[in-house]
Every structure is written in C-alpha cells, then in structure tokens.
C-alpha cells in the first residue's frame, strides 16, 4: 500500500476488522484477548511469508519504518 493509501490507517484498520471479506479477524479479536489474538495473527502471516518464499525481516523492517513515519506524522511532525 502506498504511503497515500496510508493517510488515514486508523480507520482503515477499524473498516478491515469489521468486512465482511475479514470477519476472521473481528472473530479472532472477540474471542481472545488482544495480545494473545494479535500473536496469532502475527504467526499467520509469518506462515504467508514463508510459504511465498517472501522475508518476514524485510517485512518487519519495512513495517517499523512505515509505523514510525505514520507515528511521527499523526504527531505532527515528519520524516
């Protein structure tokens, strides 16, 4: 997703954990506790990963480097 696909990522959050095309994972949040249904996921996607034959540390690390730039945006400032 591009970085102006990102601009309002909290509400995409919410809108992709209420669709219908993921109800897996508002089922999965309503029944385990967040952290326990966050590691879940997590171990989900590391299974993609490597079943793609695709870097979960190049993911991670893009991952961070998004998070923080969006981080520092809602705060006000920019990187």
Known sequence: MSHD??????R???QI?????????GEQLG??????ALVDMTTDIRHM???????????LER???QFEREEA???GGSQ
């Open 31 to 36: 029944g385990e506790p967040l952290e326990q």
């Open 63 to 65: 991952s961070r480097i």
């Open 17 to 25: 954990i209420r669709s219908k095309h993921y109800t897996w994972i």
């Open 73 to 75: 945006e809602a705060a």
């Open 49 to 59: 990963c490597k079943r793609q034959n695709i870097s979960w540390e190049e993911i």
């Open 5 to 10: 696909h990102r601009s309002d990522w909290s």
């Open 12 to 14: 995409r959050i919410d």
